[in-house]
């Protein structure tokens, strides 16, 4: 029989039992693999893959599943029933168009850090974004981990990978003088409360569309975020918030329960959706996007996104001095880090300002 060697070096040894040659090797989980067969040139080669896996640092109990059987497995198990459907849908898109076709053909064994490594350079060169690249990398990332849960995979090759970071832009706002333009030019549309709740709440759009009348308490000045409105793969679906922090109570200023109270008074209504279409359905957020869009030209305002009036609400708020805490929990972020970095273009003026009321303090010295 030959030799034994260390567990980690595996062995070759030829079975009484069988009369077959065997290799055997220890894995980091304490579990034994064997490869068995008539030549003994065939187990050695086996023991040298499986040597060269262990040093790489990844290796999986069952080395012939597929990585794009394994990522249906994870979209199936793991992200339709934690996740969001929204996100889920993203996570789909990112691994069918662009993980699987350059990925999947590897076993879940074979993929290394340079083969991700390489894919994010094939991608950018190919013109995708850094921020898209960054949310494949994460999805890349996640579905790895989980495979190290299950113990398919001892280390995660995503875990040594750099990703690429996108450069960071501060949100475009408008101004004060900006948003009461905006604000003037649509007065007389239907979707009047939906612009005034987004530049004086913060909200997303799908939180406002999801608004509910018992979600609004005008009598006290304030609305709870409960639903969303989301718009996947063409239809509309109602959801919960996107985190335990996005479910929040918002104070609402006078001129918003204003605007709200003639809204109610319009429509007559004091229960289901706060904004629907003519025939009672959701809205769209793709219809409201495209008003939007519309309504900016039409005002001659500069081109932004719908989200940018949750950027321009946070702006104006910090501007005047409102505590970040305060902004941070309007807005539902899950950390006041989270706010003070997005906003971080805007904290130079506001220490400015500090600065000077310290000197008022002091005088001159």
């Known amino acids: 029989m030959t030799k034994r060697r260390a567990n980690r070096e595996g062995s070759i040894f030829k079975e009484s039992s069988t009369g077959l040659w065997c290799a055997e090797i220890s894995l980091p989980n304490g579990k034994r693999k064997k490869k068995r067969s008539k030549r003994q040139q065939v187990v ?3 023991l040298l893959e499986q040597r060269t896996a262990l040093r790489k640092g990844i290796f999986l109990a069952d080395d012939k599943i597929l990585f794009s059987d394994y990522l249906d497995r994870f979209l199936t198990d793991i992200a339709t029933p ?3 459907p929204k996100t889920v849908d993203a996570y789909r898109w990112l691994i069918e168009s662009h993980i699987k076709p350059n990925l999947g053909h590897h ?3 074979q993929i290394r850090p340079d083969h991700l490594q390489n894919l994010y350079t094939k991608k950018l060169d190919e013109g995708l974004s850094k921020r898209t690249v960054q949310h494949m990398h994460a999805v890349i990332r996640r579905s790895l981990n989980q495979a190290l849960k299950w113990e398919l995979i001892v280390r995660n090759p995503a875990s040594v990978v750099t990703a690429p970071t996108p450069d960071k832009k501060p949100p475009k706002t408008f101004t004060s003088d900006q948003a009461k333009q905006f604000l003037e030019s649509v007065e007389d549309h239907r979707w009047y409360p939906i612009y005034v709740l987004a530049i004086t709440t913060g909200m997303r ?3 406002i569309l999801g608004l509910h009348w018992e979600d609004v308490d005008l009598a006290k000045g304030n609305l709870a975020v409960r639903h969303t409105i989301q718009l996947l793969q063409g239809r509309i679906i109602e959801g ?3 985190s335990a922090g996005s479910r929040r109570t918002i104070a609402l200023p006078e001129y918003t329960v204003a605007v709200l109270l003639l809204h109610q008074e319009k429509t007559g209504k004091d229960e289901g959706l706060l904004f629907t279409t003519s025939s009672g359905r959701p809205v769209s957020p793709r219809n409201l996007t495209r008003h939007f869009h519309l309504a900016l030209d039409k005002a001659g305002l500069p081109k932004i996104r719908f989200h940018d009036l949750r950027h321009t609400a946070a702006t104006l708020l910090l501007k005047e001095n409102v505590h970040p805490k305060i902004v941070q929990e309007m807005l539902g972020h899950s950390t006041i880090a989270l706010t003070l970095d ?5 904290l130079p003026d506001i220490q400015q300002e500090a600065a ?3 000197d008022k303090i002091f005088g001159e010295v």
């Open 240 to 242: 919960e918030p996107k």
């Open 44 to 46: 050695k080669e086996w």
């Open 205 to 207: 759009q799908g939180e």
């Open 342 to 346: 997005t906003y971080s273009h805007i």
């Open 82 to 84: 934690s996740l969001r």
């Open 356 to 358: 000077d009321k310290m």
């Open 107 to 109: 076993t879940l064994s």
